[in-house]
């Protein structure tokens, strides 16, 4: 790809040949999906979003976090509400670092992102140990505060690196009247995509404690 692409249209390119996994194989999906992640207006208790597919609602996954609490532990669960990866921010970070763990406990440390932003940009990378094969992926997410989009690389975008999913945040009449989040993540066929929402999850966490 030579020069760095920052650009929201550039096209994903699909990995079913070498899946990218960082949790399970089962969510490396054999085609393309457009997700929607959709933050509840009031959420005292229970889920904070709810991801489905954006064009059929199809339930993939619910997040929950506690209600009011500072660094809140957020824990990713499937349709059928078995947890599948939790997160959680120390209460005070120098280092801006989101640790991911598998399932509901802090037993099995998964990977961490490490995230970086200014008033404009945000930046977002991990390296990712793959469950299926033992080989490592270093994930970049690359975004703009002003554009409301990001795109994910698979390595360093300057270097090569190759568009896998896509983030936008349109605006909606929920968002301008409440604060409410709604992003739209497609996400390129073999690429983990509890992995693509945790990263979105954590780029929204990393925003409003910003």
Request: contains cysteine; hydrophobic residues 35%; charged residues 25%.
């Amino acid at each position: 790809m030579g020069a760095e692409q920052s650009n929201y249209d550039v096209p994903l390119v699909p990995q079913t040949q070498n899946p990218v996994c960082g949790v399970e194989a089962r969510f490396c999906l054999p085609t393309s999906v457009q997700l929607k992640l959709k933050e509840k207006v009031f959420s005292f208790s229970g889920d904070d979003f709810k991801i489905a597919d954006a064009n059929d609602g199809t339930l993939y996954f619910r997040c929950a976090g506690k209600a009011f609490s500072l660094k809140e532990k957020k824990t990713l669960r499937d349709a059928n509400g078995e947890p599948v990866l939790n997160m959680k921010e120390p209460l005070i970070s120098l280092s801006d670092k989101y640790t991911i763990y598998a399932g509901g406990n802090s037993d099995k440390q998964l990977f961490q992102f490490k995230t970086e932003r200014n008033y404009v940009k945000a930046k977002l990378t991990a390296y990712i140990k793959n469950p299926i094969n033992n080989s490592h992926h270093f994930v970049v997410l690359k975004g703009n505060w002003r554009d409301k989009k990001a795109v994910v690389y698979l390595g360093e975008p300057k270097q090569d690196g190759i568009p896998i999913a896509k983030i936008s945040r349109p605006y909606t009449g929920k968002s301008i009247l409440f604060g409410v989040d709604e992003y739209v993540v497609e996400i390129a066929a073999g690429v983990d995509i509890s992995l693509i929402v945790m990263m979105c999850i954590a780029l929204d966490e990393h925003q409003r404690d910003k």
